[in-house]
């Protein structure tokens, strides 16, 4: 087995396990207790990554209470909420294993899956990804929001990124090395791991509901992702620009042609309605395209900072702790 060394000789665990989680006092008991179970049962080295990405609750509490108990995990705790990306790039970034498997702490995505992955990267895959299908326990609205999310991103970005598919993944080191790389601040892991072009598989399964606690994605975080997706993996909607300048022109010719032939051939028009509604088309497409031209410019001003993309406060290995530098 090609295991990697650090620098005392002994090898990196053949495993990591990467769980960001965000007041999942609820839950992580039995994410530990699953997550161990599957683990275990596959006969490799092995280690747990756990980031606490500011939780307000006993998340923090538990993990080191978890960690005093089990040597393999390790405790990641960011000096503030960063959010979900942020904090699993933070993990990511500590991780040591030859393969990875990511995983949301809620359960929704089962680690039981996580054998018949590791068969698929045995055949020559580098990124096993879960293709989520029925979602049990989430409301009509929600589903139609991801089905419409995940399709309109598939539109819109320039890397091909597989329909109905989180984090919830199994990747190589040669992948994740890419990954960390990568300098952007407006993470989109998912279209990130895409864009290397390995092989990819998927593994079609059955969401359940949330094991405990509430979720931490809701429509506005849904929809602030998307934009993510989007802005960094495509400048299409730039181009929207040139076809609603086209569209404009195409009204606009329109209008003054009726108003000629109304002027030549019928009583003058009053003018008032037609006026008022070319008037807010204009400049709700000026908006549009301004709000767009924004959120570009936005990102590379943020990006132009060099500020790092999270800090961590500490970082605890079983029952050794450790201060760590961002």
Same mark, same amino acid.
């Given at each position: ?19 960001? &989680? ?49 040597? &393999? ?72 929001? &991801? ?136 400049? &709700? ?42």
């Amino acid at each position: 087995m090609d295991l990697q060394q650090d620098l005392t000789g002994e090898p990196f665990p053949y495993l990591s396990v990467v769980v960001p &989680c965000y007041n999942e006092q609820e839950v992580l008991e039995e994410l530990h207790r699953r997550v161990t179970d599957v683990c275990t049962s596959l006969g490799v080295t092995y280690e747990v990554v756990l980031v606490n990405d500011g939780s307000a609750d006993r998340t923090w509490l538990m993990m080191t209470d978890l960690a005093a108990r089990d040597p &393999c995990l390790v405790l990641v705790n960011l000096s503030r909420n960063h959010g979900h990306q942020l904090a699993l790039s933070a993990g990511l970034s500590v991780c040591q294993g030859h393969r990875i498997f990511i995983l949301d702490a809620d359960l929704q995505d089962p680690p039981e899956l996580l054998p018949e992955m590791m068969s698929h990267m045995d055949r020559g895959a580098h990124i096993v990804y879960g293709k989520r299908g029925y979602r049990e326990g989430e409301s009509l609205f929600k589903r139609i929001s &991801c089905h419409v999310f995940y399709r309109l991103l598939d539109l819109l970005t320039d890397t091909p990124i597989p329909l109905d598919t989180g984090d919830f993944r199994l990747i190589s080191r040669r992948v994740l090395d890419l990954v960390l790389a990568m300098p952007e601040r407006h993470r989109f892991l998912r279209g990130m791991m895409s864009w290397t072009g390995f092989r990819q598989v998927g593994v079609e399964y059955q969401r359940p509901a949330r094991f405990a606690g509430q979720t931490k994605y809701p429509f506005t975080s849904l929809l602030r992702l998307a934009l993510d997706g989007v802005t960094a993996f495509s400048v299409k909607p730039l181009t929207l620009g040139i076809w609603f300048g086209a569209a404009s022109g195409v009204i606009a010719v329109s209008l003054f042609v009726y108003s000629i032939v109304s002027w030549l051939f019928f009583d003058s028009p009053q003018g008032w309605a037609s006026l008022m509604a070319a008037v807010a088309f204009f400049g &709700c497409v000026q908006m549009l395209m301004l709000g767009i031209f924004g959120e570009y410019l936005g990102r590379l001003y943020e990006q132009s900072k060099g500020r790092p993309l999270f800090v961590i406060d500490r970082i605890v290995r079983g029952d050794e702790q450790s201060d760590a530098a961002p």
